[in-house]
């Protein structure tokens, strides 16, 4: 009865913990595939207080010509403490088993052994479901729902639950559809959701329930799906996540804002800058228009604004900000709408007009810069604008800086926001601009808390160094790195509606859950985002440059400027080709440097570096990196002169040194021939 559903674990499961699938062992002819084909996969979740019910709905397809007999298997996840457990397959009732770890752990090992896989070994310490299916018919589809009730751990305020779907990306498993929806319920209030690795949509129902979603077409499911619930009432509080690994502890911290004051934001006063010189024609310069339109109509009461139009000089709607009311926005609009796009790009003037058109700055102050050029008229030299800014008292004003096409100084534009206060983002020309700047400016529309400012004890390496201001539905997040402490105190200040805020939150047990180890490769990417900057502004010092070696080769952290420090051994011209590979400020390529490192730095969903190291031979399992050498994949933790073991791959002391150390699995499934360091002693598998 091992047909058709066991491969595909084997082919899936390089690193999934609880999805179903559909597995062939053995394949006696050559048209009967791989894996069956999952078209379907909808996951329905229900958290109330620590109890949770998953229900999970797959279809899977049969591509070949043969009716097939195969075993669905679904390895629960670990530590889970399964209170029920129903299956259904094609709407009828099925009789299935759990086996608990040691009966799975034999199952696991008899199919290692005989298809010479090591991919199943990532679930050696899982309990394990199974049921027989049969027939599997030519085309046929199968459709299997299941659900299980799980009890779900607490540590301090947080909530942390999880759904795996990781897969080895070569296996080449795609869902056809993936849709996933959690609905959150506590007694004491919900402070926000945190999703490592899926851009989630998230709908606040009240202060005690919120629904999370996510959905796509076409997915390769690399990642689980984890969340993190911060639990509370509506007080503004941090939640805190850590890992500890031999050297340092890694931590997380998320600032949600808090739902009871949410939909009161404080007002602000916010001064739009708009490029309409030559190059911005046409329908790029409408859509822009059109966008800033949205912005205006969307200014809460409260607000001040204000609206400047440049090109080679600078039209100013008003001297100085003036209160958001029907007539003021309606004369804005007209203002926008004569405006035509001509002349050069006078980049100084406009940023100078506009920081002199704010009032006395008691309120948080926002400059939101769009510009598609460089500059070409009054001060050109990026440095000088720059040193002109900072003439500015600019203590409270926040800059904001969206760039349009490939055409501009990306450098310029980054560090106007980030020496700002605020930030930078870039837009391609052929996006919908209408719709990415409205939805910039929704993320910046509702302040909470300004003036923000964190500190620990003990003393941590926190990133972003300097943070920005809180906005309702953003929460802020912050990574951090310390020596090992046994507890950490945070501290976190700032400005509400004028009244400082200070909240002390102490936390315990640091490092005491081992599934957070993705902590260290968010520190890694943030901490690598800074290198890159600081390298791109002020040359690679050997201390930078050892940095983000480093910090690649432990982490597996590389994107397209900075790999060559793990692929190649060159030390003396590593200085020189790390210098050229961050030189470009403008242009297409400054843009896509600029990209790449916001793209670090704010810890997006869309991970480049993966992509990159996948490229290179890297491949990272828990929080260890491996690097693909003459066909044998080495641990980087590796040191030359460590005692190494050798074990044949499949063998009996193969699976003895699975049973002695269980959590090594996910390091055996990177592939059967690698050098993995174990506790202090490295083994080679081959």
């Known amino acids: 009865m091992y047909t058709a559903l066991l491969f595909i674990l084997l082919a899936w499961c390089r690193a999934a913990e609880a999805d179903g699938l559909i597995v062939i062992p053995e394949r006696i002819f050559p048209d009967v595939p791989?894996?069956?084909?999952?078209?379907?996969?909808?996951?329905?979740?229900?958290?109330?207080?620590?109890?949770?019910r998953t229900k999970v709905d797959e279809v899977f397809r049969n591509p070949s010509s043969r009716r097939l007999e195969g075993i669905y298997i679904f390895p629960?996840?670990?530590?889970?403490?399964?209170?029920?457990?129903?299956?259904?397959?094609?709407?009828?009732?099925?009789?299935?088993?759990?086996?608990?770890?040691d009966q799975a752990r034999r199952i696991y090992e008899d199919i290692v052994r005989n298809l010479k896989d090591p991919a199943l070994l990532e679930y050696y310490d899982h309990n394990l479901f199974r049921v027989s299916i049969f027939p599997i018919e030519p085309g046929e589809d199968k459709r299997i729902v299941l659900s299980y009730n799980e009890l779900i751990p607490v540590d301090e305020n947080t909530i942390r639950y999880s759904y795996p779907l990781r897969i080895e990306r070569n296996a080449g498993g795609m869902i056809?559809?993936?849709?996933?929806?959690?609905?959150?319920?506590?007694?004491?209030?919900?402070?926000?959701?945190?999703?490592?690795?899926?851009?989630?949509?998230?709908?606040?129902l009240s202060t005690s329930e919120i629904t999370v979603s996510f959905a796509s077409q076409n997915y390769p499911p690399e990642k689980d799906f984890v969340a993190y619930i911060a639990t509370g009432d509506s007080r503004l509080r941090p939640s805190f996540i850590s890992y500890r690994e031999k050297e340092h502890d890694y931590f997380l911290i998320n600032i949600f804002p808090p739902s009871g004051r949410a939909s009161r934001p404080i007002s602000k006063e916010i001064v739009f800058v708009l490029d309409s010189s030559g190059s911005m024609q046409g329908e790029k310069f409408e859509q822009a228009k059109s966008a800033l339109g949205f912005c205006l109509r969307s200014l809460e009461q409260g607000d001040f604004f204000n609206l400047l139009i440049f090109a080679s000089t600078v039209r100013v709607f008003s001297e100085k900000a003036i209160p958001n009311d029907q007539k003021s926005i309606e004369q804005a609009t007209a203002f926008l709408d004569e405006s035509r796009a001509m002349g050069g790009t006078n980049i100084s003037g406009a940023l100078a007009a506009g920081l002199s058109s704010f009032r006395s700055m008691d309120l948080p102050s926002y400059l939101v810069f769009i510009t598609d050029g460089e500059p070409t008229v009054g001060l050109t030299d990026p440095d000088d604008i720059l040193k002109s800014v900072k003439k500015k008292d600019l203590q409270k004003i926040r800059i904001f800086a969206l760039g349009i096409g490939a055409s501009l100084n990306?450098?310029?534009?980054?560090?106007?926001?980030?020496?700002?206060?605020?930030?930078?983002?870039?837009?391609?020309?052929?996006?919908?601009?209408?719709?990415?700047?409205?939805?910039?400016?929704?993320?910046?529309?509702?302040?909470?808390?300004?003036?923000v400012s964190l500190s620990?004890?003990?003393?941590?390496?926190?990133?972003?160094?300097?943070?920005?201001?809180?906005?309702?539905?953003?929460?802020?997040?912050?990574?951090?790195?310390?020596r090992h402490t046994q507890s950490m105190k945070v501290h976190l200040t700032g400005t509400e509606w004028g009244k400082t805020i200070e909240i002390s939150e102490e936390f315990s047990q640091i490092g005491a859950d081992n599934r957070t180890d993705f902590l260290p490769v968010l520190f890694a990417q943030r901490k690598i985002a800074w290198l890159m900057d600081q390298i791109r502004r002020n040359g690679a010092s050997p201390e930078l440059i050892e940095e983000v070696k480093s910090l690649a080769l432990k982490f597996g952290v590389v994107t397209q400027y900075t790999s060559f420090l793990v692929t190649e051994d060159r030390p003396l011209d590593s200085r020189r080709r790390l210098e050229n590979a961050?030189?470009?400020?403008?242009?297409?390529?400054?843009?896509?440097?600029?990209?790449?490192?916001?793209s670090l730095r704010e810890l997006s969903t869309d991970r480049e570096w993966e992509r990159e190291a996948q490229r290179i031979g890297m491949k990272t399992a828990g929080d260890k990196t491996f690097v693909n050498k003459d066909g044998i994949w080495q641990d980087t933790g590796w040191i030359k002169d460590m005692k190494i073991l050798k074990i044949k791959a499949y063998s009996d002391e193969y699976f003895k040194l699975m049973r002695d150390y269980p959590e090594a699995g996910r390091f055996l499934a990177i592939g059967d021939r690698l050098l993995v360091v174990i506790g202090n002693v490295a083994y080679r598998i081959e």
Do not use: W
């Not at 629960?76 to 770890?101: D, M, T, V, W, Y």
């Not at 450098?411 to 919908?432: C, F, P, Q």
């Open 582 to 598: 961050l030189s470009p400020q403008t242009g297409a390529s400054g843009v896509s440097l600029s990209k790449s490192i916001n």
């Open 410 to 451: 990306a450098s310029l534009l980054d560090r106007l926001g980030g020496e700002n206060g605020g930030l930078s983002e870039y837009l391609d020309e052929t996006e919908n601009l209408e719709l990415k700047i409205s939805s910039f400016y929704r993320k910046i529309a509702s302040p909470v808390l300004t003036g």
């Open 76 to 101: 629960l996840p670990p530590g889970a403490q399964i209170r029920e457990f129903s299956f259904e397959i094609n709407g009828k009732l099925q009789q299935g088993e759990i086996l608990e770890k």
């Open 34 to 52: 791989a894996y069956l084909t999952l078209k379907k996969h909808v996951v329905d979740i229900e958290i109330q207080e620590n109890h949770a």
């Open 456 to 482: 620990t004890s003990p003393i941590a390496e926190i990133l972003p160094e300097t943070l920005p201001d809180l906005f309702a539905g953003s929460p802020l997040t912050i990574v951090g790195r310390s």
């Open 176 to 204: 056809e559809e993936l849709r996933i929806r959690m609905n959150i319920r506590q007694i004491n209030g919900i402070s926000g959701v945190y999703c490592p690795d899926f851009r989630v949509t998230s709908e606040s």
